[in-house]
């Protein structure tokens, strides 16, 4: 019986560690996609406009893209220089999987509506960033982030005016920029927009997790999580936008479909609550995950340009 049980326990322990491995690669395994498929991915739920302005702007060279050595990777993104010259500039930053050119419709807002420099980074493993894992808008992807803050404001700035920045990701960008918010930067990030951000890497994988297989939080998120530090350096508590947002002193517009269920909407109640000074909460209508624009174009750039110009754009 002894035998017995000590081995119902060794192959429980080995199924429990295959099943983290399992699901650690599940989550953060990268997943290539073409531009031309990416363009073709926003098209599917983008206003006709956007797509037919980033088609122009594509043509006539107007969209343009650096890649720059961070840590010894070749770190990609894409930019648009304001019609006009202008200090005013905003860092758009993409979701799970997704890639910089993903974000043009929000481009399209700030470009070609509000005459702003845009700048679109690749984060590691999306787009043209190499990567062999996904940080989920935590780790080397804050690391990424934040040069590439400084090398927005080396492009975009003039000689008599100082670079002035709004930070504006979608999901896995959203959480990213909010992280950013409670860290030390640079005096020309002046304003951030999340959209439909989570709360914490753990919130949203156990949700995930119940809502894909099922499974409860224990034991399969404790055991992902330590081998996500052991591999990566990070686990999935210590990835908390809701802590990094309680940080923030910059302001701060809060977007969110109120029928998201992929990120449910009561995580931006939580945000919003915790963040302090001057802050501002729009939730969309019926909108699903990452659909507040395209579901509601013209109020999404009323809320925008409202916040903007309450931060000093």
């Not at 990416?38 to 702007?57: C, K």
């Not at 935590?138 to 080396?154: F, P, S, Y």
């Amino acid at each position: 019986m002894g035998w017995s049980f000590a081995t119902t326990v060794i192959l429980l322990l080995a199924a429990l560690v295959g099943s983290s491995f399992y699901m650690l690669d599940y989550a953060l395994m990268p997943l290539a996609r073409t531009d031309q498929e990416v363009l073709d991915r926003l098209a599917s739920h983008v206003p006709d406009q956007v797509m037919q302005w980033t088609d122009s702007v594509r043509r006539v060279g107007l969209l343009r893209d650096t890649t720059v050595d961070i840590d010894g990777v070749p770190a990609h993104a894409w930019y648009l220089r304001a019609p006009h010259d202008t200090a005013a500039t905003a860092m758009l930053v993409h979701g799970y999987k997704d890639a910089g050119l993903m974000m043009m419709h929000i481009a399209f807002l700030y470009n070609h509506d509000l005459g702003m420099n845009v700048l679109m980074p690749d984060l590691p493993a999306h787009g043209h960033t190499p990567g062999d894992h996904i940080d989920m808008g935590w780790g080397n992807d804050m690391t990424h982030a934040l040069r590439w803050v400084t090398i927005a404001d080396q492009m975009f700035h003039s000689d008599s005016v100082s670079t002035k920045m709004v930070l504006h990701g979608i999901s896995m960008g959203a959480a990213l920029v909010m992280n950013l918010s409670g860290e030390s930067l640079p005096p020309s990030v002046k304003a951030v927009v999340e959209d439909c951000g989570y709360t914490s890497v753990w919130d949203e994988f156990a949700g995930q997790l119940k809502e894909e297989f099922g499974l409860p939080q224990f034991p399969l998120m404790y055991t992902t999580s330590a081998l996500c530090k052991l591999r990566y350096g990070w686990s999935f508590g210590e990835a908390s936008s809701l802590r990094q947002v309680a940080r923030c002193h910059l302001p701060m517009l809060f977007i969110h479909g109120d029928n998201d269920d992929f990120v449910p909407t009561e995580m931006v109640q939580r945000l919003y609550a915790a963040k302090s000074g001057e802050k501002q909460l729009w939730l969309a209508p019926g909108s699903q995950h990452a659909r507040a624009f395209s579901d509601h174009p013209d109020e999404y750039k009323t809320q925008v340009v409202s916040f903007l110009a309450a931060a000093g754009f």
